[in-house]
């Protein structure tokens, strides 16, 4: 069994992301790691190619400046390093994201598992979404999501975000998928509150929005959305948490409770107290 991973990345260390911790924290199972590096205004380049493993294969690329249609640029870039990939498994880890080293063997086993089965199109992880601060995660967000897909189908990504199966000409449908057997640690909305700032500004104008609203703090949220959160985080992005977390997060005093907030608390306690996951799903579960 031969696994790529992939990712793309632009201005990471710029932005704050833990990119070079994602990227290590899957090495260890995979035969090859393709990374697009966009253009950068800062060191991001110049760290992945610090990293010493043979593994990682850079495609330095230039992102399409004038593509303002809801996020189609990430798709793109996703791609390109899809595209290159060679093994029977594709994995898709963006560089905010980081796999526990406990869950290694279980995600290769699973994918050793499966390897033979075409019904299973895909793998998808369970999610833990870090808000505001690393011992507190938000829960409206998707609760799973395919993230390796097997290398031999014909699909693309909208939107960057998930896999499209294209198994007939003008017709896409979501990849059937087993469950990887743990979650993925999402790292995104605990950055430094002046990383996300820079972020929304830099990244808005993809999705068509010139003049992004001003960020200036995690406060404006229901709390209804948020859970503590009691498990330890891998290893490998300790040093990046002391450094780049925050770690005070309150609620901004005048926020008001919203029609979307209401419906979002009923959804969590259909999932919470009746066991009901209402929950948008990019894949179809696997008859296996």
Request: glycine share 6%; hydrophobic share 35%.
């Amino acid at each position: 069994m031969k696994v790529s991973a992939f990712t793309f990345i632009r201005n990471g260390e710029m932005l704050g992301y833990p990119f070079i911790e994602s990227i290590q924290s899957v090495l260890p199972i995979v035969d090859e790691f393709i990374i697009a590096v966009g253009r950068s205004e800062d060191q991001t380049l110049a760290r992945i190619r610090a990293i010493e493993s043979s593994k990682i294969r850079i495609l330095e690329t230039e992102w399409n400046e004038r593509m303002q249609d809801r996020g189609f640029v990430y798709a793109q870039q996703k791609m390109i390093a899809q595209f290159n990939c060679s093994g029977d498994w594709a994995f898709y880890l963006e560089g905010d994201k980081v796999l526990h080293e406990r869950d290694l063997q279980t995600v290769q086993n699973q994918m050793a598992h499966h390897l033979d089965n075409p019904e299973v199109e895909a793998l998808y992880f369970d999610y833990y979404h870090f808000y505001g601060k690393p011992d507190q995660i938000g829960i409206a967000g998707y609760k799973r999501a395919p993230r390796i897909i097997r290398n031999t189908l014909r699909n693309y990504s909208p939107d960057g975000l998930f896999f499209v199966v294209m198994d007939q000409n003008k017709k896409g449908r979501y990849p059937r998928a087993a469950h990887a057997g743990c979650p993925t640690y999402h790292y995104g909305h605990v950055r430094k509150t002046a990383r996300n700032e820079q972020k929304i500004r830099q990244v808005s104008r993809y999705w068509g929005d010139e003049n992004p609203a001003s960020f200036s703090t995690y406060g404006n949220i229901d709390l209804g959305e948020l859970r503590p959160f009691s498990g330890t985080h891998p290893a490998i992005v300790a040093e990046w948490l002391r450094h780049e977390a925050e770690t005070e997060f309150t609620q901004d005093p005048n926020y008001k409770i919203t029609l979307k907030d209401r419906k979002h608390r009923i959804r969590f306690w259909l999932d919470e107290k009746l066991g009901w996951d209402i929950s948008k799903k990019h894949y179809i579960e696997a008859k296996v």
